[in-house]
């Protein structure tokens, strides 16, 4: 399970709600709105990190499993989540140890860009929701700008000395269709979310004034039939 990519994560846990990532949470209203969780869903927050949908499950009555492959994040996502289940693994290690049809909703934030093998990652997400199931994806949108991108501070705190660029991966959105229609999955909703004021504290004003109202985040719903 070591990698790069795992030690940069297990060294920035501590950090990782300390200052909240406003580029992550500007898209926490438009995600809960395509999960659309009930009470008593059974919801898997792949690569969960600190637990953050896990807490909103909680909050709508889910039944909620986190999974990530950080000690340091299960950790504090654990001690935040008292009521779920936290596992351990490496989502490019399927199978995933769950029974087939155990989950109702899988929501998979902002990880894509860590996990090579999009195709056989969808097909095991596609094993393990029920029908009428379905997955929700979030990922840096394919056309955001981030090279006008001038923060005001260090947006994420903690490993910042590790290289993780080369186990970078960016899908393009036919990619991503093509591997969940290929696991049986329907497109079925997409959203961007913008640059709005939210941003704002954390950009200078000049880039804040180049990037508003562009492209930031794209989050993706598949139905499994
Ligand atoms: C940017 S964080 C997103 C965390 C959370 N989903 C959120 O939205 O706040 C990426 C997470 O993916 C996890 N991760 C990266 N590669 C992984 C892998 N191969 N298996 C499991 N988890 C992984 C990291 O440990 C980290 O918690």
């Not at 909680?58 to 950790?75: I, N, T």
């Not at 860590?114 to 097909?123: E, N, P, Q, R, Y």
């Amino acid at each position: 399970m070591e990698s790069d990519t795992l030690r940069v994560y297990d060294q920035a846990a501590a950090a990782y709600d300390a200052e909240p990532n406003s580029v992550l949470f500007t898209e926490t209203a438009a995600v809960l709105a395509l999960l659309d969780l009930r009470k008593g869903d059974a919801l898997l927050d792949a690569a969960c990190g600190t637990g953050k949908y896990v807490r909103e499950g909680l909050k709508g009555g889910a039944d909620c499993v986190g999974l990530d492959f950080s000690r340091e994040m299960l950790a504090l996502a654990a001690a935040k989540c008292p009521g779920a289940r936290f596992v351990r693994h490496d989502l490019m290690s399927p199978p995933l140890p769950f029974a087939g049809g155990a989950f109702g909703k899988i929501i998979l934030a902002h990880a894509l860009w860590h996990l090579a093998g999009v195709a056989a990652l969808f097909a095991e997400f596609a094993r393990l929701l029920g029908p009428g199931g379905r997955l929700v994806v979030t990922v840096t949108h394919p056309e955001a700008a981030f090279k006008r991108f001038e923060y005001r501070r260090e947006d994420c705190p903690g490993g910042d000395e590790i290289d993780i660029s080369k186990e970078r991966r960016r899908y393009t959105l036919g990619e991503i269709t093509a591997a969940a229609l290929s696991a049986g999955l329907r497109p079925a909703a997409a959203e961007t979310i913008q640059v709005d004021e939210r941003l704002r504290p954390v950009l200078t004003e000049e880039s804040y004034a180049r990037v508003r109202g562009t492209p930031l985040i794209l989050a993706l719903r598949f139905d499994k039939p």
